[in-house]
């Protein structure tokens, strides 16, 4: 595995071409220079095979072109033969990059792989070809020096984290026995841990539910103890607690299986229930006005859009949150403010007065 010039690069069969963002007006900055080394090994190594990368992506492409063409027809302005570029890959993003760049690799029976990326992206690209480029023989090509784009290494960095985080690994096309065909008993298996993790995660959920509004069930007068509504609270505070970590966990082993559901779908390119990356141009021109520019923030928030409506996750935090504040200091209140000559049932209903803003009737 190397990261050299030109010069001291051995023919590779396979030359893979990262693209970045483009506009209404074509390819931005990076994704030309990316092309442009490309171009170089390509018109250096006439024998190898460029694959160009990357089809529409709300972060990179919203126009009615797939980015892959754009950068076809650039390496083509650069002088490379038609006949020496492959089809683009339909990929939205650097992960499907490579699952389908591994694909195109083993159907055309390449030995020798070179990656070009710009500096900032080759750390990613790195981690990515380690474990699903590990029986070739990898090269990476820089398209400029370590100092150059240094506003995107802070958010590659961030990126980088978010994938080790959450990596699975799969079985890995073409390498072992029929390897190549779809895995159905994999992907079945992961199929059912993904439905009964994602049935706990509700249950648990519904557990902390329960456990908040216990307390409110509870007539002191009726079972004969006026300070029992003060445990009640505790207890409660307990469960909530224990529910939502239960439901975290059951909520992590579920995503887990979802991720290695996306990933084999995405690899052996058999779109099925959990593939939900936009393959096609933005149709509503709201729409690509809307993902037009946007800052940072937004596409943090906007990769993870599914994540946030199917975990319910940023949701449950927030309520958890909210849970245990409330019922903390109902437990405060009980046991700081003992129950009153006036009877349970009214110091319990002065309290929620309180709590509202009211002044409690007298």
């Not at 970045?20 to 994704?31: H, Q, S, T, V, W």
């Not at 900032?120 to 699903?132: A, S, T």
């Amino acid at each position: 595995m190397t990261d050299t010039a030109d010069s001291d690069l051995l023919a590779p069969d396979l030359i893979v071409l990262f693209g970045n963002e483009n506009d209404g007006n074509g390819l931005k900055p990076i994704a030309r220079e990316r092309c442009e080394r490309a171009a170089a090994l390509a018109k250096l190594f006439p024998a190898s095979l460029v694959l160009p990368t990357g089809g529409f992506g709300a972060h990179f492409n919203t126009t009615n072109r797939p980015h892959g063409e754009l950068l076809r027809e650039e390496l083509e302005r650069l002088g490379v033969p038609a006949k020496q570029i492959l089809p683009y890959t339909n990929s939205c993003g650097t992960l499907e990059d490579v699952l389908f760049a591994r694909k195109v690799a083993v159907d055309h029976g390449a030995r020798r792989v070179t990656f070009v990326t710009s500096s900032f992206h080759m750390p990613r690209v790195k981690y990515l070809c380690e474990r699903l480029f590990p029986d070739f023989i990898r090269d990476f090509a820089a398209c400029d020096d370590d100092a150059a784009h240094p506003d995107k290494r802070a958010s590659e960095k961030r990126k980088l984290r978010q994938l080790k985080k959450g990596w699975v690994e799969l079985p890995l096309y073409g390498t072992l026995p029929k390897g190549s065909r779809f895995p159905t008993a994999l992907y079945q298996n992961a199929s059912r841990e993904h439905k009964h993790y994602d049935f706990l995660s509700y249950l648990f959920v519904s557990g902390m539910l329960l456990s908040f509004a216990f307390p409110y069930t509870i007539d002191p007068g009726k079972v004969g103890l006026g300070d029992i509504n003060g445990a009640a609270f505790l207890l409660s505070l307990v469960f909530i607690a224990f529910f939502y970590l239960m439901y975290y966990r059951a909520a992590k082993y579920a995503g887990q299986a979802r991720t290695l559901l996306i990933r084999i779908e995405d690899y052996f390119q058999q779109p099925g229930f959990s593939l939900n990356c936009e393959r096609h141009p933005p149709h509503w021109f709201w729409m690509r006005k809307l993902l037009r520019d946007r800052p940072r923030w937004f596409w943090t928030v906007w990769d993870n859009r599914w994540d946030f409506l199917r975990g319910f996750r940023l949701m449950l935090i927030v309520l958890a949150l909210l849970m245990l504040a409330f019922q903390a200091f109902m437990v405060w209140w009980f046991f700081a403010h003992p129950p009153s000559n006036t009877g349970p049932d009214a110091d319990f209903a002065r309290v929620i007065s309180l709590t509202l803003g009211r002044t409690s009737a007298a």
